[in-house]
């Protein structure tokens, strides 16, 4: 009986024995492992050979492996920075790991192996070929036979320019919505990027400034090329943009800049989303990632001013109606963020009245006025129209309903409704603008939500507009309601514009004129004034004995007729 139990209990013991072993296991994975933005090793961001963090970045690894009983390996990771990459993985037991390398499954690179067992393990390599494969096998010490191997490809060293609507785009194929156009795009590099500059048509290079800065420039790495219309040929420009890091490499890009010149857009004018495959077709973009999908157009990284450009610089009175669905509004500290969505009319392009002499230019004034929801706070929404100098009229509003459409509506008139009487006070005019907003599915309401006059910009373009609300806009459809001015005003872009004289003058002129033109040359406070030289805005002021009318021309030369400003000479 005893011999029995003896027997039975041995059995058991082997059974137990066997239930803790290992189970065989042979296969493929190619689960695509994601590279987490911020790596732990032992508590910390691990470290190169020659202790420079390793910066960590998004991507894949495809994953082959083939393992039966042994020591299991999990968790494998693979972090890039500069010429290097570090591996990553663990083992179920404490143990040595040994890795092996090369462009090739020969490992013809070299070993790299462990001194000492551990459950965590980590391996460096170094001087990497940029855009290259390289592939890799893990052993652990004591299963020599059974393998993890696996594959990663390199990222670039040069830095990375990323044009948001490619390397041929156009403009004004429709007309003239603004003084500029805007090439868009971001530049990075696993280094710093220590330069941004671009050249237009073999002119000199001019440098660019690099997001983020808490404006237009919305995100690490955003750039926004504001170029003047009058700097453009008609037809194919060449624009190429150069960005170097901090160890010299660059990366060149050449744009194609198609354009047009003297076309105005239609005073009557509809956009179907679904008609086009190019949103530069029926719109110009002045900030943002924008595609379009399903009949509507959205921005895709919500920020900063983010807007699309339609119409002309000569509109004047017109009527705007679009449907806009909100998805998502952010709150961002600080009073410059507070999220609004809705039209911005009236508009000629960005000045320095923003922030004076930052590249891009950041100031909206002047307009007409801006017709949108804001959001104070989320439980607090104004539906407004803003003027210029902050002259706003408001109402407290139930927010527009997240996923829902809206019929947004904006009417703008002049108050004499004839443009051409109108008496323009520095560039103003006192006009009526009427706003009001309803359920798309519902009839529209016969009366306006709320409208006012103010006085602000007598003519120009309107801007479809989303500030930190991530929304999606419809069919735009716009009617004329007086014919575009023949003689539009554009305010002073920012001091030391310059304007250039069709007669010829002598001495140092203080100019009292405020339209923008642009000039050939500036001179200093002696130089002689010819028939093509030019003089600052802010010139000093030395009296002579008489004055003098002359000719200029405005800043879209080709485009509007010659105007007249006074001069007042002066000498010492």
Same mark, same amino acid.
């Given at each position: 009986?005893?011999?029995?139990?003896?027997?039975?209990?041995?059995?058991?013991?082997?059974?137990?024995?066997?239930?803790?072993?290992?189970?065989?296991? *042979?296969?493929?994975?190619?689960?695509?492992?994601?590279?987490?933005?911020?790596?732990?090793?032992? @508590?910390?961001?691990?470290? @190169?050979?020659?202790?420079?963090?390793?910066?960590?970045?998004?991507?894949?690894?495809?994953?082959?492996?083939?393992?039966?009983?042994?020591?299991?390996?999990?968790?494998?990771?693979?972090?890039? =920075?500069?010429?290097?990459?570090?591996?990553?993985?663990?083992?179920?037991?404490?143990?040595?790991?040994?890795?092996?390398?090369?462009?090739?499954?020969?490992?013809?690179?070299?070993?790299?192996?462990?001194?000492?067992?551990?459950?965590?393990?980590?391996?460096? $390599?170094?001087?990497?070929?940029?855009? &290259?494969?390289?592939?890799?096998?893990?052993?652990?010490? @004591?299963?020599?036979?059974?393998?993890?191997?696996?594959?990663?490809? &390199?990222?670039?060293?040069?830095?990375? /320019?990323?044009?948001?609507? =490619?390397?041929?785009?156009? +403009?004004?194929?429709?007309?003239?919505?603004?003084?500029? /156009?805007?090439?868009?795009?971001?530049?990075?590099?696993?280094?710093?990027?220590?330069?941004?500059?671009?050249?237009?048509?073999?002119?000199?290079?001019?440098? $660019?400034?690099?997001?983020?800065?808490?404006?237009? $420039?919305?995100?690490?790495?955003?750039?926004?090329?504001?170029?003047?219309?009058?700097?453009?040929?008609?037809?194919?420009?060449?624009?190429?943009?150069?960005?170097?890091?901090?160890?010299?490499?660059?990366?060149?890009?050449?744009?194609?800049?198609?354009?047009?010149?003297?076309?105005?857009?239609?005073?009557?004018?509809?956009?179907?989303?679904?008609?086009?495959?190019?949103?530069?077709?029926?719109?110009?973009?002045?900030?943002?990632?924008?595609?379009?999908?399903?009949?509507?157009?959205?921005?895709?990284?919500?920020?900063?001013?983010?807007?699309?450009?339609?119409?002309?610089? /000569?509109? *004047?009175?017109?009527?705007?109606?679009?449907?806009?669905?909100?998805?998502?509004?952010?709150?961002?500290?600080?009073?410059?963020?507070?999220?609004?969505? =809705?039209?911005?009319?009236?508009?000629?392009?960005?000045?320095?009245?923003?922030?004076?002499?930052?590249?891009?230019?950041?100031?909206?004034?002047?307009?007409?006025?801006?017709?949108?929801?804001?959001?104070?706070?989320?439980?607090?929404?104004?539906?407004?129209?803003?003027?210029?100098?902050?002259?706003?009229?408001?109402?407290?509003?139930?927010?527009?309903?997240?996923?829902?459409?809206?019929?947004?509506?904006?009417?703008?008139?002049?108050?004499?409704?004839?443009?051409?009487?109108?008496?323009?006070?520095?560039?103003?005019?006192?006009?009526?603008?009427? +706003?009001?907003?309803?359920?798309?599915?519902?009839?529209?309401?016969?009366?306006?939500?709320? =409208?006012?006059?103010?006085?602000?910009?007598?003519?120009?373009?309107?801007?479809?507009?989303?500030?930190?609300?991530?929304?999606?806009?419809?069919?735009?459809?716009? &009617?004329?309601?007086?014919?575009?001015?023949?003689?539009?005003? $554009?305010?002073?872009?920012?001091?030391?514009?310059?304007?250039? +004289?069709?007669?010829?003058?002598?001495?140092?002129?203080?100019?009292?004129?405020?339209?923008?033109?642009? @000039?050939?040359?500036?001179?200093?406070?002696?130089?002689?004034?010819?028939?093509?030289?030019?003089?600052?805005?802010?010139?000093? /002021?030395?009296?002579?004995?008489?004055?003098?009318?002359?000719?200029?021309?405005?800043?879209?030369?080709?485009?509007?007729?010659?105007?007249?400003?006074?001069?007042?000479?002066?000498?010492?």
């Amino acid at each position: 009986m005893k011999q029995r139990i003896l027997f039975i209990g041995l059995l058991w013991i082997l059974f137990v024995l066997a239930g803790c072993q290992k189970d065989d296991a *042979t296969g493929t994975d190619t689960t695509p492992m994601s590279v987490p933005t911020i790596h732990p090793l032992l @508590g910390d961001q691990p470290l @190169g050979e020659d202790g420079q963090l390793i910066e960590p970045i998004t991507g894949t690894t495809t994953i082959t492996t083939s393992t039966s009983i042994g020591i299991r390996i999990s968790n494998v990771e693979v972090i890039q =920075g500069d010429g290097r990459a570090v591996i990553t993985w663990s083992s179920d037991d404490p143990a040595i790991g040994k890795l092996s390398y090369g462009r090739t499954e020969q490992y013809e690179l070299g070993n790299k192996e462990e001194q000492l067992p551990l459950l965590r393990h980590a391996v460096t $390599l170094e001087n990497l070929e940029a855009e &290259t494969t390289y592939h890799y096998r893990i052993v652990m010490a @004591g299963n020599e036979e059974d393998a993890l191997t696996a594959s990663f490809d &390199t990222k670039r060293q040069i830095p990375v /320019i990323d044009l948001w609507y =490619g390397t041929e785009q156009s +403009f004004g194929q429709n007309g003239t919505p603004q003084r500029w /156009i805007n090439i868009l795009g971001n530049v990075s590099d696993l280094d710093e990027i220590l330069s941004l500059t671009y050249s237009l048509n073999g002119a000199k290079q001019i440098p $660019l400034s690099i997001g983020p800065n808490r404006s237009r $420039l919305d995100k690490r790495g955003d750039f926004n090329i504001d170029i003047a219309r009058t700097t453009l040929l008609d037809g194919e420009n060449e624009l190429i943009l150069t960005a170097t890091d901090t160890l010299q490499f660059q990366e060149i890009v050449t744009v194609t800049i198609n354009y047009v010149d003297e076309n105005k857009w239609y005073e009557l004018y509809q956009i179907d989303w679904q008609a086009g495959e190019d949103i530069q077709e029926m719109v110009e973009v002045i900030d943002g990632v924008w595609e379009m999908s399903d009949g509507e157009v959205r921005i895709t990284k919500p920020g900063y001013q983010r807007a699309l450009a339609i119409g002309d610089i /000569i509109w *004047t009175d017109y009527e705007i109606s679009v449907p806009i669905t909100v998805h998502e509004v952010q709150f961002i500290d600080g009073s410059e963020n507070v999220p609004s969505i =809705g039209f911005l009319t009236r508009w000629t392009g960005h000045t320095d009245l923003g922030t004076a002499g930052s590249q891009p230019k950041s100031g909206l004034q002047p307009f007409g006025v801006f017709a949108s929801y804001r959001w104070d706070l989320p439980d607090l929404v104004f539906m407004q129209l803003e003027g210029n100098n902050n002259v706003i009229e408001s109402v407290v509003e139930e927010p527009p309903e997240e996923g829902v459409s809206y019929i947004y509506k904006l009417r703008v008139e002049t108050v004499e409704n004839n443009a051409e009487d109108v008496e323009f006070v520095d560039n103003t005019a006192e006009s009526m603008y009427r +706003f009001k907003v309803w359920e798309a599915d519902q009839p529209e309401p016969t009366t306006w939500s709320m =409208g006012s006059n103010f006085e602000g910009a007598p003519n120009g373009s309107f801007l479809l507009f989303a500030h930190h609300v991530d929304a999606s806009f419809g069919e735009v459809t716009v &009617t004329a309601l007086a014919p575009p001015t023949q003689t539009p005003s $554009l305010p002073n872009i920012a001091n030391g514009n310059f304007y250039t +004289f069709t007669s010829a003058v002598t001495g140092t002129l203080s100019i009292t004129n405020t339209a923008p033109i642009t @000039g050939t040359s500036p001179i200093t406070e002696t130089s002689p004034i010819t028939e093509t030289s030019a003089v600052p805005q802010n010139s000093p /002021i030395i009296p002579l004995s008489s004055s003098r009318t002359c000719l200029v021309r405005d800043e879209f030369v080709g485009i509007l007729p010659v105007k007249t400003a006074v001069f007042s000479p002066y000498h010492a």
